[in-house]
């Protein structure tokens, strides 16, 4: 192959030639990774009151722990002459983290959509499956292409298997963003005003960019270009922890009331919102955000006014949903 980026020999390749554009290029990606981590920190931080929950802690550790390590390996791989043990560990600490994590941050937020208890155990048993499927092997190749004296074996098996584990994450990313896109256009025929339909709009072509972002990285790694799309990877996945971030305020939105002057309206922060207990309805809950809650007696499945306390609303829950569903939902955003 002609050009640099395709002179690596999979993940045990150093960069061929000293091609000052493609490190530069490499330096960049691994940058804007860091920055994006970095960001998405500060506004987690600064916006959950209580740092618990499925949610919190899956999207905090999948950037400190995953984009970061994942981003420092590489750097280390390529730009330094240090131990390929401690590189290689903590990419794939990374790559563990990194992409597991997006998917778990993906599940916890199906909760609010899809009321299908099935069909949610299904998606975290597929999750749980692919950490022995893909990520063990890998990561086995990963350290056999890396060892002094390593075999041809190695290095032919991993290049193999890191098609293999890219396209299998992607096929795992695309069943549930596919899963919440296909929810939410459902939802989008019982929208009650524009502005309920714009936010699931957007909803939807968050995850169309998640998706398209995924094949891209797919398209790359079969393409041979290793290098970009090792480094690449990184920014997306942080990106994807942003738009993730994003996507969570507009489902609280969505799935809770149609109010948006009152509990959710865009004037509120999403830190600022509480809780108000009611008879059906626990007071606290470690669900998937661990700090998220709203004003508001919910019975029975009915209309209900809100209780008017603590500076909560007077205004009307447009929720009908059966009361175990409404639990779950409550429990998953509180």
Known sequence: MSNAVSQLDGISGELAGS??????TLLFFISISIYNVIELVVLVMSTFRRWAGL????????SCLGVVPYSLGFMLKFFTHSSSFLSVTMLTVGWWTMVTGQAVVLYSR?????RDEYILRRVLYMIIANVFLLHIPT???TYGSNIPGRSPFFVKG?????????????????????LYIWETTKLLRLGSSRQDRRIMHQLVG???AILVMDLTLLGLEYANFYAIQITLKGVIYSIKLKLEFAVLGRLVNM?????????????VQLYSLQYESSPNVPASSSGLLGSISFCGAIQDGTKQPHVLQNGCPDKKSTMTMSDSVKRRHLEGII
Not at 19 to 24: F, T, V
């Open 55 to 62: 949610y919190f802690w899956s999207l905090l550790l999948s």
């Open 206 to 208: 968050i995850n169309v």
């Open 158 to 178: 991993y290049n193999i298997m890191e098609k293999i584990q890219m396209t299998g994450f992607t096929i795992q990313e695309v069943i549930i963003s596919g």
């Open 19 to 24: 091609r000052y554009g493609l490190k530069a």
């Open 255 to 267: 799935v809770h009331g149609h109010n948006r002057s009152g509990t959710f309206g865009n004037d």
């Open 110 to 114: 199906l909760h609010l959509v899809i």
């Open 139 to 141: 990561s086995i190749l």
